[in-house]
């Protein structure tokens, strides 16, 4: 069983996803909007299921307020079709998406891989346990990153990005490889979802993510933890 946070405003899809997941073994704490305070809501449970189009506070800005004081994980369901929405939601801190209409069975899955992947450690490494690169400190046993000695609040999936990008520094990783690395190896999901963490990583861990020097594009082929920091 796994408790949801579900916001959605269409009343029968609300009932109708809910219905489905409580039939799949799942608790879940409808509400129409954003609004009022989801403090309580949000420490009773362990994913948030956000639809994008919703009155007043939208999804975007929901996402927001939610990633700026929790690393729960975070699927947006959205009617859209537009990659730019689908994309925009992603920023703003989401783990992954589903595009309506979807079934519970479908919303079951992806449910569970995103919780699995918040709650299970990420392999340790081989490397040394704590690694140096710059003012960025990667310490593997704790499962932290500290930015110039300040702890980074990192997502499950940011930080099991760091640390398949730090574990391969030097080398170029494809989006499939970090797919795998740092989502599932039978994950379903596209690029889109490595681009938007990335950009969200390097925003914690560049002095200037436009200009970013820690985490390269090699375009048409991937990504690369720069060398030239490491010591």
Known sequence: MVNILFVED??????????????????????????????????????VLLDLGLPGADGYEICRRIRAQSSIPIIILTAR???????????????????KPASPRVLDARIKAVVRRSTTSPPRSVA???EQFGDLTVDRSAMQARKAGTLLTLTPTELRLLLALTDNAGHVLSR????????????????????????????????DPATPTVIETVRGFGYRFAPGLAR
């Open 128 to 130: 040394a346990n704590v």
């Open 10 to 47: 269409d009343s029968a899809v609300a009932e109708a996803i809910t219905l489905g997941l409580n039939r799949l073994g799942h608790r879940v704490d409808h509400r129409c909007d954003g609004n009022g305070d989801l403090d309580t809501a949000l420490a009773a449970s362990e994913i």
């Open 176 to 207: 499939g490889q970090l797919l795998s690395a740092a989502w599932d190896q039978d994950y379903l999901g596209d690029s889109r979802i490595v681009d938007a963490a990335i950009q969200r990583l390097r925003g914690k861990i560049e002095d």
């Open 81 to 99: 079709s537009d990659d730019i929405d689908t994309v925009a939601g992603l920023e703003a801190g989401a783990d992954d998406y589903v595009v």
